[in-house]
């Protein structure tokens, strides 16, 4: 084990859970690792447990599903108060994502979709009323995502 308690099993458990958590079952991966189906579950579990594993999240087409236009938001707020804001920032009609930037400025960053420019505007308006600045605004053409290649990559055989 590792000095964090996670062994080259837990990071082959995640990262078949982060290349498809929904397909992927305890008997997939028992298929690819040394173990049986019901230590990946109990792995599992302990995962969750430690909060290694905090949820299972889908990754969403917005476009797909009528939101055509995603944005970036950057945007400093005081640092004694960056994190009551963040979560402030986050409970606003359409924003899907904020993170706190370990920096003084341009220190919130938020990811919100909108399927018109009214909707556009009108978050730009919300994150106005908030006690913020906004410092850049971007719209986003294309996220790619990939599993972490040092949780397990090498334990799990090439598909």
């Known amino acids: 084990m590792s000095a964090d308690g996670l062994d080259e099993i837990d990071y082959g458990i995640l990262h078949l859970l982060q290349q498809n958590a929904r397909a992927t079952t305890p008997v997939d991966m028992a298929d690819q ?16 447990e430690k909060g290694v594993i905090e949820g299972y999240v889908p990754i969403i087409d917005y476009e797909a599903a009528g939101f055509p236009m995603r944005l970036q938001f950057s945007c400093t707020a005081a640092t004694n108060k960056r994190e009551e804001i963040a979560e402030r920032v986050l409970e606003l009609p359409n924003v899907v994502k904020v993170d706190e930037m370990l920096s003084a ?8 979709v909108a399927s018109t420019t009214e909707e556009v505007n009108d978050i730009a308006a919300r994150l106005d009323e908030l006690p913020l600045t906004i410092e850049r605004e971007s719209l986003l053409r294309k996220e790619r995502i990939r599993p972490f290649n ?4 090498h334990v799990v055989p090439n598909e």
């Open 33 to 48: 690792l040394p173990v049986t189906d019901t230590t990946i579950r109990n792995r599992i579990e302990r995962l969750e």
């Open 105 to 112: 400025r341009e220190n919130i960053r938020a990811l919100a």
């Open 150 to 153: 040092h949780f397990g990559e």
